[in-house]
Structures are given as structure tokens and as C-alpha cells.
């Protein structure tokens, strides 16, 4: 006579086997969602860095040689007071670079400024962008401030004269080219952006071997 059903042995062996195998899946989704999310905050550093990027360019290749009440060229710059202290980088200056104003393109220059503020919640930076268009006197005063980014975790300005070497600045003058050097960090992933832009228009107060002053050190 057969033996009908499963003696406990059996089902022991039985539980156990499905217990490895729902273990041995749920570690394979478990490691396909850790993997998504990284993947997925990677994304994200990526385009932010990118959106930063592409705007802090697109105003320094439109840069337009203003002239202040003084009758110099509009182009301020200022850097941290101590090192490893980027709240105080600054840097004003007036473009042909104008956001759009809804669905039309904005006809209008724009006096502008970036500021870097520590954030009040964690260890990172905020860049905010102030912009006035069309610009009025006196430049740095108008217009509104908003957040452009508040995951920096650090962020550098270098300017450059003919022959990629240091460039320092004397009132009324304007690098060749603005090295733009930015870490990002998104909830431990982190990611360094760095490129080298150059203004179209030419300031004409740009005089070879100037140097800058010490607080204009772009460094």
C-alpha cells in the first residue's frame, strides 16, 4: 500500500528549500533597486551639474564690457576671505545672456551677480544668481535673487590670460577666460565639473601683464 502525504522531514526540507530561494531573489531585486537608486542619483548630479554649467557659461561668453559712472568696465570679482571658505566667492557683471521672460526670449542685457551662501541645514553651499534686466545703476543693487543650485560642495573661480597662464585683474579689465571648477554632492554621491569659458566680446580695458589685487585674486 502507497504512502499518502509528506512526513515532516519532508516538509521541512521543502520550507527550507523555498526560504533560500525567495532569499536568493530578494537579494537579486534588493541589489537591483540599491543599483537603480545609484543610478538614479547619478542621473540627477550629472544634469545638475550639467544645467549649472551650461548657465554660468552662457553669461560669461555673453559678457558686455559696461561702463561704470567711474569710467571703467563692470566686472567685479571676489573670492573667499580664508581658504577652504568659499561662502565669500562673488562675481558681478553684465551679459547679453538673458533668461526668457515666459515664452519670449528676453531683448534686454542683464546686469547679474552669483554669490555662494553656506546652507543652514547641512555642510554644503548654495550659488544664487541676482539679475536686473535691463541693467540700471547703480549695478549690483537690482533685481532679484534665486537659488540655482544647493548641493555644492565646493566651487572655484580662475581666470586666465593669453597663454593659459594666471591672469590678475586692474579695474576696468576682464580675464580672457574664467575657469569654472564645481564639486557636487547628492546625498554622498559626489561629482566635479570643471571647463574653461571665454567672452566673446573682448573688454577694452584688458592690459597685458597687470596684476591683481590681493582680495581679486580669482585663486
Known sequence: MGRKGFTLLEILIAITTIGIILAAIFGILNGMMS?????????ELYQTGRAV????????????????PEGTIFFRVSTQ???????????????????TM????????????????????DDLYSLWRRAE???????????????VCRILEDFQLGLRSVGDTKQDLVEGAVPDAVVLSFKLNLDGEREHFITMVSPVV??????????????????
Not at 35 to 43: D, N, Y
Not at 102 to 121: M, Q, T, W
Not at 208 to 216: D, R, V
Open 133 to 147: 534686466s535691463p541693467p540700471s545703476l547703480p549695478y549690483e543693487k537690482g533685481g532679484s535673487e534665486v537659488p
Open 53 to 68: 554649467m551650461d548657465l554660468l557659461s552662457a553669461d560669461i561668453r555673453g559678457f558686455m564690457p559696461m561702463t561704470t
Open 81 to 99: 576671505s580664508s581658504r577652504g571658505d568659499i561662502e565669500g566667492t562673488e562675481w558681478h557683471f553684465v551679459t547679453t545672456h538673458a533668461l
Open 202 to 219: 573682448k573688454s577694452p580695458g584688458r592690459r597685458e601683464g597687470a596684476s591683481l589685487q590681493p582680495n581679486e585674486t580669482g585663486e
Open 35 to 43: 543599483s537603480a537608486a545609484v543610478a538614479s542619483r547619478r542621473a
Open 102 to 121: 515666459g515664452a519670449d526670449r528676453n531683448p534686454f542685457l542683464s546686469e547679474i551677480g552669483y554669490r555662494v551662501k553656506k546652507n543652514r541645514n
